[in-house]
């Protein structure tokens, strides 16, 4: 049995590949790089690496999976040998396991945070009053940015949450996903709801601060969605990080460029609609992304924080967003639901970094899930323990989420794109998305495929490389 034919419904299908893609890129990752650029300079490659890179690398992924998964194959190593039937493609597939693997090994670790957090609001641990300070040194003792250089010295409360979290990873792993399935379907629409009501909480903050009138809820909104003002658009947009930055957020959060997609969808029929599939879960996320991820975290942390970083990109959101809880009525409640959640959404995305993984011990090794599901575990919590002992300090988060989560994404996209678009045929790739589709396909998509990714795709990388080394 291999990766996940244990699926309950189609829909389920199409849940769980939204429950893959919204998770903490959505909502603590998103707005850490938007507020790190300023937001009017990052919003404009965000948005067109969406159009040209994100939605057709999902159309072409939704595509192949459903083509190689009518040949019996659920993996991108198959996946890729039955494109192009050479000896190294299954090889360019394997590379595609190892990253989704890679990030899952400081994924959880962010993940934990938010268990421990809605614990915290639990106990009443969290009640620390209206000072942002009060939870900045919360965040700081916590994640010990201030200690002696080891991300969780000696902190055992940290251990126990990580050791949660494994458990619920690898509970769903071994059981097979039809269960993310049953929590997407009952958790998405509870976080969307907390969602939006923090929302209107933040959009209504006003002034919390008269000492500070500046640090408004608008001038926070302008942050997300005006130019900088002291240095040019222009030059900004000539800086190939903030375009390598913007294009691997997109893939992060898509999921795309991972095996994911491929591995879940390469269970569905020729009767299914996989272009409005694809089209309905990337929609669904950047609303989840930009709606609520962007316009409650970013505002909030200018309003608490002034923007002041602390110390990572995923780590904003740990400290502007109990500020906010603190100027709610019924703050407690709220802290407990939004991290609880934040929790739950990031179980559904780390569980899917898994599933490649195991589809392909099942498939390619023939391994039994037992076996796999415990190679994979040993192999991640060496890896995890390795993050929080000895990557150091917070800063080491960002840089290895650079390289897994930004840089290796990128250079698989572009194998992904070249091995669809021009060894298979983006006639074969559009031929399949066709088939079962009520959705018409847009006319400029082959060109986009075909030329426009991986020019695009090339120009960064070439540009990045130029900029920095
Ligand atoms: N899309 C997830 C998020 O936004 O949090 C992260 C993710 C899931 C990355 C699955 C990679 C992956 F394979």
């Known amino acids: 049995m291999s990766g996940g034919n244990a699926w309950g419904s189609r829909l389920g299908i199409i849940l769980a590949v ?28 965000y948005f067109t690496a969406f159009i040209l890179l994100g939605l057709p ?3 072409i992924e939704w595509s192949i999976a459903r083509y190689g998964g009518s040949r019996g194959y659920h993996s991108a190593p198959g996946i890729f040998s039955v494109l192009w039937p050479r000896r190294i493609s299954p090889y360019l597939g394997v590379i595609g396991l190892i990253v989704p693997v890679g990030i899952y090994m400081y994924y959880v670790v962010i993940e934990s945070w938010c268990l421990y957090y809605a614990w915290g609001y639990l106990s009443g641990a969290l009640n620390l009053g209206t000072d942002v300070a009060g939870y900045r040194n919360f965040f700081d003792a916590f994640t010990g940015s201030t200690g002696n250089g080891t991300l969780f010295a000696g902190v055992s409360p940290m251990l126990i949450s990580l050791a949660v979290c494994y458990i619920f990873n690898f509970f769903f792993v071994y059981r097979g996903i039809a269960g993310i399935e049953r929590i997407s379907r009952y958790g998405m629409p509870i976080l969307l709801l907390t969602g939006l009501i923090v929302l209107v909480r933040v959009m209504t903050l006003g002034t919390p601060n008269p000492e500070l009138p500046e640090r ?22 000539l800086n190939a990080r903030l375009w390598m930055d913007a294009a691997g957020q997109i893939f992060f959060s898509l999921s795309v460029g991972f095996g994911v997609i491929i591995n879940y969808a390469s269970y569905l029929s020729k009767k299914d609609d996989i272009m409005l599939s694809a089209t309905t879960a990337a929609a669904g996320n950047e609303f989840a992304e930009v709606a609520l991820g962007g316009l409650i975290t970013v505002p909030a942390a200018f309003v608490f924080l002034g923007l002041q970083g602390v110390g990572s990109t995923f780590g904003l959101g740990f400290v502007s967003l109990p500020a906010v809880f603190a100027h709610m009525p019924l703050g407690q409640l709220f802290g407990f639901l939004w ?7 990031a179980i559904t995305s780390s569980v ?21 599901s415990a190679g994979l575990l040993l192999l991640t919590s060496l890896g995890t323990l390795f993050v929080v002992y000895y990557s150091g300090n917070l800063e080491a988060l960002d840089t290895m989420d650079f390289w897994a989560g930004t840089f290796f994404i990128f250079v698989l996209a572009l194998f992904q794109v070249i091995v669809a678009g021009w060894l298979f045929g ?18 400029i998509l082959p060109f986009i495929i075909k030329y426009v990714c991986p020019a ?8 990045w490389c130029y900029q920095n080394l």
């Open 352 to 372: 899917s970094m898994l599933q490649p993984g195991i589809a392909f011990l099942e498939e390619g090794l023939h391994l039994d899930r037992k076996k796999s």
């Open 426 to 443: 983006v006639d074969n790739v559009l031929k399949e998305a066709a088939e079962g589709s009520r959705m018409r396909i847009p006319r």
């Open 339 to 345: 991290f609880f959640l934040l929790f739950i959404a």
């Open 57 to 59: 690398i999902a159309y």
């Open 216 to 237: 408004n809820v608008l001038n926070g909104l302008g942050h997300l969605w005006n130019p900088p003002q002291n240095v040019g658009l222009g030059e900004s947009l």
């Open 456 to 463: 695009f795709l090339a120009l960064i990388f070439i540009m």
């Open 18 to 45: 939204t429950g893959s893609a919204v998770g903490l890129g959505n909502f603590l990752r998103f707005p850490g790089l938007a507020a790190k650029y300023g937001g009017g300079t990052f919003m404009i490659p």
